[in-house]
C-alpha cells in the first residue's frame, strides 16, 4: 500500500447550523455535547467524515440522524482548520448551514440529542469555535438570500407576505417597506396566491400564497433585486 510517507494525519468532521423560522423569529438548533471535554455545553449538531464518506455525506447523516428526515435544505460553508480549535486533536470541520420548517420537523427531534431550538439574539455561548461558525453562517445566509429565494426553505406550505417579509427582516437584522416588499414578492412571479386569508392578526386578514415549485426550480435568481445593496 503506497502511503504519503512523513505526513501528518487529521480528523475530518462536519457541523452543521440549522436555521429555522417560528413565531415571527429566525431561531437555531442547537445539542448538547455528550462527551468530554465541554460536555453538556451547547453546540452544533456535527460528526465525524466517515472513511467511505464525503463530507456531504456526513454532513446528510448527521442531519438525518437528529431529525429523522432528510431532503433539507443544505449548503457547504467554509473548512474551519484552526490547529488548536479541538483541544484533543487536530480536527479540520466543514461547515454547512440548513434551513427547515420548524413545524414539519418539529415532532421528529431525537430526544436523546437534548436538541433544542434558540432565538439567534438569545443563542448560548457555543463550545471551540462554533460561534464563529454561526456568524459566518448568518453572513452566508444574509447574502445568499439577496440573490435567491432559498428563505421559502423555513416556512410552511401556506404562508402570508407579512411573515415572509418578517423573516426577510430577521435575515437581514433590517426594516423594509411593507408596500415596496409585496409589491417586488409578487412581481417575481413565483408565488400563487390561495383564496383563504389568515385572520388571526386580523379582521381583514392577509392572503395565503404558495410556492410555485417549478418556477422556484427555473428561476432561481429572482431575488436578485430585493435587497440590492446586501453584501456577505
Known sequence: MIEYVN?????????????????????IL???????????????????????E???????????????????????????????RDPIERTLSVGYFALIDIQKYKTQLIDNYQAEWFLISDMPKLIFDHNKMVSDARKA????ASLHPILFEM????FTIPQLQT?????????????????????????????EKDKSSSKKGAYYFKLDKKKYAANFHTFLSLIPSLKP
Not at 41 to 48: D, P, T, V
Not at 141 to 144: D, E, Q, S, T
Not at 179 to 194: A, C, P, Q, V
Open 155 to 158: 416556512l410552511p406550505k401556506k
Open 7 to 27: 505526513q501528518p494525519h487529521y480528523l475530518v468532521a462536519v457541523d452543521c447550523i440549522v436555521f429555522g423560522f417560528d413565531d415571527g423569529q429566525l431561531k
Open 167 to 195: 423573516l426577510f427582516e430577521q435575515v437581514n437584522d433590517t426594516k423594509v417597506d411593507t408596500g415596496n416588499f409585496s409589491r417586488k414578492i409578487t412581481s417575481t412571479g413565483l408565488l400563487i396566491k390561495l383564496e
Open 141 to 144: 445566509l444574509r447574502y445568499k
Open 30 to 52: 442547537l445539542v448538547k455535547r455528550g462527551l468530554e471535554p465541554e460536555i453538556n455545553k451547547w453546540c452544533l449538531m456535527g460528526g465525524f467524515v466517515g472513511a467511505e
Open 54 to 84: 464525503t463530507p456531504d455525506d456526513a454532513a446528510n447523516h448527521v442531519l438525518k440522524k437528529l431529525t429523522g428526515l432528510e431532503g433539507v435544505y443544505l449548503e457547504q460553508l467554509r473548512v474551519y482548520g484552526e490547529p488548536k
